[in-house]
């Protein structure tokens, strides 16, 4: 063959890669959809998108629907096709000082299993990882999966974590200069993403929380402890080493101070922590619930106006343990960051609850999965980790 035939060849594998590549994710964006609808979302020919179509429903990443279409007119029915959702998953965890939260999801973010389990703060690091291996077998066997059927794995921890994946966390000390992800290597053999939980919580609310029409945010964990998540122009932050919205380690904003000073023990029920109850006795007006809550947010307050000042963003969300308190949280911390800063941002609390974190670690889980979907035909199967 000569060598401008080779080139040639190479050229059209590449474009039909690249074809294939446009039609998966148009059926990823919205499913179903017929070939016509096909070739006008993606601008190819519908000869050229019949073809891959027919490619992509033999090798298992699309499927034919019988759903009917709305409004749909007299007469034989065009096919309609959807990406098969369903045909891997991804895991989020969130593993902090006192919980674990499994959520697992399918290819297009739907969570179909979570999980939640407190445990004691007093746990070894080591004892922390036996838990997290032991959950996670007997989470993925109550679904009937595998290791071998996750495709990508994300994993929230309370602390800093660099491009190398490896953690400094002051909260689990033991596990600082730790790889999580080669530790979890035996249990989960796919590709394991492991990143600062308050990280995990931005993008989170960027996908589908209180941020979603934002690009400039502050993500700030409000309780006994405090971090921040930062995101520009719609990406994550995370600075050089990670390090990026640590605002609680530094002694001279006071937040430790002032969370330890977050203190309610009135009427607790059972199991409950004393946040929760906090949280609750605010919500029900309870006066001196408000009292504790407003000195709490006088003492983080110039913390986080410093953030604001250096950051500026469009919206802080206020997320943690102190989110349940609800709309009263807001405009109590904007009282006292009137005086400190040049403007107030926007402030909104959370509403993704206790699954926030675990919900980034998918979001981050899919991400990874969607840069090794095909390019070119093959039959499907979980991307290869590296």
């Not at 607790?268 to 000195?295: C, N």
């Not at 947010?297 to 469009?314: H, K, N, S, T, Y």
Request: proline residues 6%; negative net charge; aromatic residues 2%.
């Amino acid at each position: 063959m000569a060598v401008h035939d080779r080139a040639r060849g190479h050229d059209l594998a590449a474009l039909r890669g690249l074809n294939t590549a446009v039609v998966l994710r148009a059926l990823r964006q919205e499913s179903p959809r017929t070939v016509s609808g096909l070739a006008t979302a993606t601008g190819l020919s519908r000869p050229t998108v019949e073809a891959l179509v027919e490619e992509l429903s033999g090798q298992g990443w699309i499927a034919e629907t019988d759903a009917p279409a709305a409004g749909r007119a007299p007469g034989r029915p065009a096919r309609r096709f959807r990406f098969r959702a369903e045909a891997g998953h991804v895991v989020g965890v969130d593993i902090g000082l006192r919980k674990l939260v499994l959520l697992l999801a399918r290819l297009d973010g739907e969570v179909i299993a979570r999980q939640r389990e407190d445990f004691p703060e007093e746990l070894t690091g080591a004892e922390r990882i036996e838990l997290l291996r032991g959950r996670l077998r007997r989470f993925l066997a109550d679904q009937s999966l595998g290791p071998d059927d996750v495709w990508s794995m994300g994993v929230g921890v309370p602390g800093m974590v660099d491009d190398t994946g490896r953690i400094l966390s002051v909260i689990v000390p033991e596990w600082t200069d730790l790889d999580l992800a080669r530790r979890l290597a035996d249990d989960i053999p796919c590709r394991v993403f492991v990143e600062n939980d308050v990280n995990l919580a931005v993008v989170a609310e960027h996908w589908r929380g209180a941020a979603v029409l934002a690009d400039d945010v502050a993500c700030v964990l409000v309780g006994r402890r405090i971090s921040c998540g930062l995101m520009i122009d719609g990406r994550l932050h995370r600075g050089r080493r990670g390090g990026a919205g640590e605002l609680g380690i530094l002694p001279q904003l006071g937040l430790d101070e002032a969370g330890k000073a977050l203190a309610w023990d009135k009427e607790r029920h059972p199991g409950e922590s004393g946040t929760d109850a906090l949280a609750r006795a605010v919500r029900a007006g309870d006066s001196g619930a408000l009292d504790v809550l407003d000195r709490y947010l006088a003492g983080v307050a110039p913390g986080i106006a410093a953030l604001v000042l250096a950051l500026d963003p469009e919206l802080l969300v206020l997320s943690g343990a102190l989110a349940p308190v609800g709309e009263p949280l807001g405009p109590l911390l904007a009282e006292h960051l009137r005086p400190l800063t040049l403007h107030v941002p926007r402030i909104a609390v959370s509403t993704l609850g206790r699954e926030g974190v675990a919900l980034g670690a998918v979001r981050r889980a899919l991400d990874a999965v969607e840069t090794r979907l095909p390019h070119s035909a093959g039959p499907l199967r979980p991307p290869v980790p590296h």
